[in-house]
């Protein structure tokens, strides 16, 4: 239970962090934001948890093609704000598009030989 408690700890420091950070430099927050952190933090705990390469590797490669459908909503969310979208639109706009993209992604990455 305590490895559980430093894992949300630990993950909900590096958000907050970003947080106040962007409030400050947004540009810099958005630097810290875009770093794999997250990414590296799982990769972490699942091989403490299993020490099992071929997991990993599944994991990393799963990774790398569920960032690439994730990236328009980085996109489009800024291009409704500055068009006047309020910011629930917008953010609701871009979750929906990684969303739809995210459902593509799954069906479409099998049938091109992806692991996913």
Known sequence: ????ILKAA????IIATVSEVAKRAPGFGALIASL????????IWLWRDTRDPERMAIHAGATFWYVLPSLPMFLLIPAMLKRGAPFW??????CGLTIALYLMMTWIGPRLGLRL
């Open 36 to 43: 794999p952190l997250v990414s590296v933090l799982g990769m």
């Open 89 to 94: 639109v917008a953010l609701g706009a871009g």
């Open 10 to 13: 630990l993950s909900g420091v």
């Open 1 to 4: 239970m305590l490895y559980l």
